[in-house]
């Protein structure tokens, strides 16, 4: 029998697919980059791109010559890249002193943070963040289902340690240490993540070390004897290749047994594979730009002082100045193509505002641009 057309249907909205409980209470990453503003200045504009801590000059000759030789053989792009970066492995366990079982390669070490969190975090559990912190690893905690407890010490210039001390709890499943730390540049010594990864047994630390190479100290020997941690770097900071994504994790037999089953061995495309090896190479390149980056920091920490800036140093390629206005001094800034990241708006961070260090002529220029806006704006760079 032929049903009948009810003369007035109601207007149901198809189902649609849910999202995951996770993701649903998330809010899209909102990243802030100078890029897009960079790409529109006006032709023949010299942009200072301070935001991002990326290295401020392109990567050396050798890099581009070792892409440029890989894209010869065509084969090379139609074919999937080297399974797990076998051969990059090789090259960083030679440079950190870790056995090649004891790295994964991923996709920028943003892809090594990802990989931990789904590795050993189950929604609701209790993981801790270093505070102030690195945004990005918030986003993949709460795409497992936790809202980090942050340890704050009482100065965020401080270290953590008694902080944590005092926060961490036996049933803690994970804890956020990066050091030195985005956006304050504090360091944890490798003596005191030992004591706390020996304290706490069955809690997993991450100590994430993007910024290692210019402040020389490690805990990456360590992952070897303490099957709790594990260490993050990347290719993005001293290496030159922020846009290549390249970034690797250290870790002991323990936690790599459980890594492993994720990890996708073909997540870290070959350009970047064979980006990273010529720049993890050209050691002479590398350890000039740390020692640029060292003595413009001092050079800039040294120029802004004079001009009654409030500064905070630190042990990585950036450090923070705070103002009583750090919105308009942006706003200055980007008036003269200088970028800079606003961090004012994190909890217990107030009026800080954080600046990469770049070449010492990159610095030069950025105080010359400071002192232009000084004549027009005296009272800028005055703290709160
Ligand atoms: C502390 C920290 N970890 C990780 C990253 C991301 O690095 P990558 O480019 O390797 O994903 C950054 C980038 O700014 C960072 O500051």
């Known amino acids: 029998m032929i049903q009948e057309t009810p003369k007035h249907p109601t207007v149901q909205s198809p189902p649609v697919p849910a999202p995951s409980r996770a993701t649903e209470s998330l809010a899209p990453y909102d990243a802030v980059s100078s890029l897009s503003v960079i ?55 030679r440079y950190t002193g870790v056995p090649a079982e004891g790295i994964l390669v991923t996709n920028g070490s943003d892809d090594a943070l990802d990989l931990l969190c789904r590795t050993f975090i189950d929604p609701g559990d209790d993981v801790v963040v270093v505070w102030p912190t690195y945004g990005h690893f918030l986003i993949f905690a709460r795409g497992r289902g936790v809202e980090p407890r942050k340890a704050m010490p009482p100065d965020p210039f401080q270290d953590a340690v008694a902080t944590l001390l005092e926060t961490l709890t036996p049933a803690t499943r994970m804890v956020y240490l990066p050091s030195p ?13 030992a004591s706390l990864c020996r304290a706490f047994p069955a809690t997993l630390f991450v100590v994430d070390e993007a910024y290692y190479e210019f402040a020389g100290i490690t805990s990456a020997p360590l992952v070897q004897h303490l099957p709790n941690l594990a260490v993050t770097r990347t290719f993005s900071k001293c290496f030159g290749i922020a846009g290549l994504r390249v970034g690797y994790l250290m ?22 594979q064979v980006g990273a090896r010529a720049a993890l190479a050209d050691v002479d390149a590398r350890e000039a730009y740390i020692a640029q980056v060292r003595g413009a920091r001092a050079f800039l920490v040294t120029e802004l002082r004079r001009r009654g800036a409030e500064v905070r ?68 760079l005055a703290a709160p």
């Open 313 to 380: 140093n630190s042990e990585a390629n950036f450090i923070n100045v705070r103002v009583r206005d750090p919105r308009r001094l942006v706003q200055a800034l980007e008036s003269v193509a200088v970028f800079v990241r606003d961090r004012s708006h994190l909890e217990g961070f107030e009026g800080y505002i954080r600046i990469t260090i770049g070449t010492l002529s990159q610095m030069n220029d950025l105080v010359e641009r400071i002192d232009l806006l000084l004549e027009r704006e005296p009272d800028l």
């Open 39 to 93: 790409r529109r200045l006006p032709r023949g504009a010299v942009p200072l791109k301070l935001d991002w801590n990326e290295s401020s000059i392109p990567p050396t000759p050798k890099v581009i010559e070792a892409i440029t030789g890989f894209l010869a053989n065509g084969h090379h792009l139609n074919w999937y890249p080297e399974l797990g970066a076998a051969g990059l492995r090789e090259d960083l366990a």
């Open 251 to 272: 870790a002991g037999p323990y936690l790599m047994g459980h890594l492993r089953k994720p990890y996708n061995p073909k997540s870290v495309n070959a350009l970047a």
């Open 181 to 193: 730390a985005n956006p304050t540049g504090v360091l944890t010594s490798p003596q005191d993540v």
